[in-house]
């Protein structure tokens, strides 16, 4: 990936997240297992938090991390927390390109969560002998 394509992404990332597609849990988890992929161990190694905190700023609505926790994960990827006030001019009108970025940015991610589901039916499944419910 080209430093130009790799700004593109944190770019479509950041959208997603101003218009509240995604939450800010949602693009962490992007940024850690698409782009670098990294596990959230490693990942927690690296950028100095807890695996645990890391798994709830992930995967829980009401997590509710400081700022230095958030600077910590937005800082491989060159990012930081700062303020944004609304447009006084509207916002540009998507582009059928960015719409596609959008779509395969939103897939990639939809993978991640059913990986996550699968590895606990699994262990499920292994802990008390019996396979999960159908649904």
């Known amino acids: 990936m080209t430093a130009m394509q790799r700004k593109a992404l944190l770019e479509d990332v950041a959208a997603l997240v101003?218009?509240?597609?995604?939450?800010?849990?949602?693009?962490?988890?992007?940024?850690?297992?698409?782009?670098?992929?990294?596990?959230?161990?490693?990942?927690?190694?690296?950028?100095?938090?807890?695996?645990?905190?890391?798994?709830?700023?992930?995967?829980?609505?009401?997590?509710?991390?400081?700022?230095?926790?958030?600077?910590?994960?937005?800082?491989?990827?060159?990012?930081?927390?700062?303020?944004?006030?609304?447009?006084?001019?509207?916002?540009p009108l998507p582009t059928v390109d960015s719409e596609r970025r959008h779509a395969a940015l939103k897939a990639d991610l939809a993978k991640t969560h059913r990986r996550k589901r699968a590895r606990g039916r699994t262990a499920r499944s292994s802990a008390d002998g019996t396979a999960p419910p159908e649904r």
Request: overall charge positive; hydrophobic content about 45%.
């Open 18 to 91: 101003h218009a509240g597609e995604w939450r800010f849990g949602d693009a962490v988890r992007f940024l850690r297992a698409v782009v670098l992929r990294k596990n959230r161990e490693k990942f927690a190694k690296i950028v100095g938090i807890s695996p645990a905190a890391l798994q709830k700023l992930e995967d829980r609505s009401d997590a509710n991390p400081t700022l230095d926790t958030l600077n910590r994960v937005l800082r491989p990827f060159g990012g930081a927390v700062g303020i944004v006030f609304p447009r006084m001019e509207p916002p």
